[in-house]
């Protein structure tokens, strides 16, 4: 994904500078790949990427890039981690919008809850967020991340009638 969205940005003749999180020497070589020589996207390519994006604007992610400059979490919260498993649920509708009036809404927000407590280890779960605020001037989204681990919280609450 990462190198479809710099072809993209790259695609563009007014910008002249793209910034990537890259925390990982594998990062580093993919990034240098893609723009060596950059292989700018085709009228095709910015018409399938236009599609994908109409069909995401309504769904309601956290702009986490998972660039990890957030971390370390004084409280030991995965930060990235909890934003690209609710992300992963949100894109693939396992997590019902709660404005939904979706018949099975509370089956499948328990399946979500669930799945988020297998794969999120306790110590490193949004609740673990205690709003200290030490992460947000870290994060080149500027993401109010603190709000964004109540938003997780929320989630996982135990099922709503």
Known sequence: MARWAFRWVGSHPNILTTLSGMNQMEF??????TFSPLDTCTDKENGLLEKIAD??????????????????CPYGVDIPGNFAFYNKAMHS???????TSAPDYAERQAAFAEAYRAAIPAEKRANQCVDCEACLSKCPQ????????????ESTRKRRK
Not at 28 to 33: L, Q, R
Not at 142 to 150: A, F, K, L, S, Y
């Open 28 to 33: 580093i070589e993919e990034n240098v790949k």
């Open 55 to 72: 069909s995401m604007a309504g769904i309601p992610t956290i702009p986490c890039t998972t660039c990890a400059y957030c971390m370390p």
């Open 142 to 153: 500027q993401i109010r991340i603190p709000n964004q681990m109540g938003r997780i919280v």
């Open 93 to 99: 509708h396992q997590l019902p919008l709660p404005e």
